[in-house]
């Protein structure tokens, strides 16, 4: 596992985990139905998707469900809070 991945914010996960799961479950990312979940804004969802983006160094959503799915592979991590 990347260890890009593994320094990421248990906040930084929950954003990473919500983008990947509305990518499978929906076929689409929505940032207002994601905002919603976990109860910031658009704007402030945007905040943390830029810093995951650079701190993961992600570059697009299709990276996002891909990383989001490798936490999920290694529990142990994905759940260090």
């Known amino acids: ?9 248990p906040r930084e996960k929950d954003v990473l985990n919500a ?13 207002n139905f994601i905002a919603d979940e976990l109860h910031v804004s658009v704007k402030t969802l945007k905040s943390h998707v830029s810093r995951l983006y650079e701190k993961a160094g992600l570059h697009n ?11 999920k592979a290694h529990p142990q991590h994905s759940q260090q809070r």
């Open 1 to 9: 596992l990347d260890s890009k991945l593994i320094g990421l914010s």
């Open 19 to 31: 983008y990947a799961r509305h990518a499978l479950e929906r076929g689409e990312v929505n940032k």
């Open 61 to 71: 959503q299709a990276h996002m469900a891909t990383a989001a799915y490798a936490l």
